[in-house]
């Protein structure tokens, strides 16, 4: 490169600099001024007046007590799985903390300990009643659903140091239902096993239902970004967005599906090798509810094997592309690398761009500098690529005036 050049890249680099100074600078004035007002807005806030008491709904309550009675009576004759109280239960590694409810044994919450909204707020890709994972029942020739049912939660750890907890419900006349999460050390994939004791079936079909929360600054971006992946039992892969398609039949046996939003995702696997046998994947993005970015809901059917038990990995974590391949099963292909007509970008994405970040970060947290960083690398790398084509431009301009001499003196006569 000449010296204007140089000059030119150098006074580049002290723009961003002073760019990713001052965005920081603003980020942390923002805050602290919006955190004064609203200490200030809640010493404004008078304390609400005290409730009156409304002599007609004592005498319906009264009047009720007699009916409650005889429920909690109804209640308690009923097996136990069928009369309980819903609580939660934390199980939790490393990088994720999950919220548990005894209540169809199912995370209601999902806090990935390693980030941070852009409020800078702990950041939950998931909480609340909305999230489920629930299985129909074949019991006494009809039907019951996991998520209705009272669980007795076991908290422990396995041998290796693993987390678990063990989810008992007691259906009654031998039949009960246990769904067992394993956690390892740190790492975002959990174990799901659900055995049936007393219930034969063949397979069962399962609800699977997520909520994504809102976390980053701008909303209508999550909801853009929010997909459902699947991989086929046979490898192969398909997704579809949210704002286009808002569920669609899988018509082959699917290894697992995941649920995309900007940053984060989860998956369900199947662990055994026909996969589930058949899906229906869809969302929703197109929601009111300024918290939610979007809500995903899948059916699946999965077979139980020759112990009536069904075996599933579970994924709930960052769109880390290293993270996501470490799992072997192809996740990785969540993240966005280039489509269509750009699928050629996706390989020097995984090969170059890839590899750099992940060196790079290992000893630098500021992502400003690291974008600086590998701009200059991948300008040095490609310099070996336009080194002719610099050298050319070069001698063109030494002899320019010569040429323009001439042109000058012969006008077009090329010979």
């Known amino acids: 490169m000449d010296r204007n050049s140089v000059i030119g890249f150098g006074l580049l680099i002290a723009l961003l600099i002073g760019y990713v100074s001052y965005n920081n600078y603003s980020q942390n004035q923002f805050l ?30 009264t ?30 590694n490393k990088n994720i903390a999950l919220t548990l409810s005894t209540k169809g044994a199912h995370p ?30 074949p019991i006494d020739g009809g039907k019951t659903s996991t998520a209705d049912l009272y669980f007795t939660a076991t ?20 039949k009960a239902v246990q769904i067992t999460y394993t956690l390892p050390a740190e790492g975002y994939m959990m174990g799901y096993k659900m055995t049936l004791k007393g219930m034969q079936a063949a397979s069962v079909p399962m609800t699977w239902q997520t909520a994504a929360l809102h976390t980053e600054n701008d909303i209508n971006t999550e909801r853009t970004n929010a997909q459902v992946y699947y991989r086929y039992a046979d490898e192969e892969h398909d997704y ?36 589930f046998k058949k899906a229906t994947v869809g969302g929703n993005a197109k929601l009111e509810e300024k918290g939610t970015v979007a809500i995903s809901k899948n059916t ?24 996501l391949r470490s799992y072997k099963v192809d996740l990785e292909d969540m993240v966005p690398l280039g489509y269509g007509m750009m699928s050629f970008v996706k390989y020097v994405n995984k090969w170059l761009i890839i590899p750099i970040f992940n060196v790079l970060s290992g000893f630098i ?13 991948i300008r040095l790398i490609l310099s070996f690529f336009t080194y002719k084509s610099y050298l050319s431009a070069a001698k063109m301009r030494v002899l320019k005036p010569e040429l323009d001499e001439l042109r000058a003196q012969y006008g077009d006569d090329q010979q």
């Open 32 to 61: 602290e001024k919006k955190k004064a007002d609203s200490i200030a807005i809640a010493k404004k806030k008078p304390a609400p007046a005290a409730t009156k008491v409304d002599s007609s709904a004592v005498t319906r309550s």
């Open 63 to 92: 009047m009720s007590a007699a009916d409650s009675a005889l429920n909690d009576s109804l209640r308690r004759a009923m097996p136990p799985a069928y009369n309980g109280q819903a609580t939660n239960i934390t199980l939790e």
């Open 108 to 137: 209601t919450g999902a806090l990935l300990k390693a980030f941070k909204t852009h409020k800078q707020e702990p950041l939950y890709f998931f909480n609340g009643e909305n999230n489920q994972l629930s299985t129909v029942l």
């Open 155 to 174: 908290p422990g750890n396995a041998a290796n140091g693993d987390k678990t907890v063990d989810f008992v419900a007691d259906l009654g006349n031998g």
């Open 240 to 275: 579809f967005s949210f704002i286009n398609t808002q569920s669609e039949n899988l018509d082959k046996a699917v290894h697992w599906v995941g649920f995309r939003s900007q940053y984060f995702s989860t998956a369900l696997v199947n662990t055994t090798k026909d996969g």
């Open 300 to 323: 699946l059917e999965a077979a139980l094997g020759s112990d009536q038990s069904v075996n599933l990995q579970w994924y709930i974590g960052p769109n880390q592309y290293s993270i």
């Open 365 to 377: 947290s500021n992502y400003g500098v690291i974008i600086i960083l590998m701009t200059l690398i």
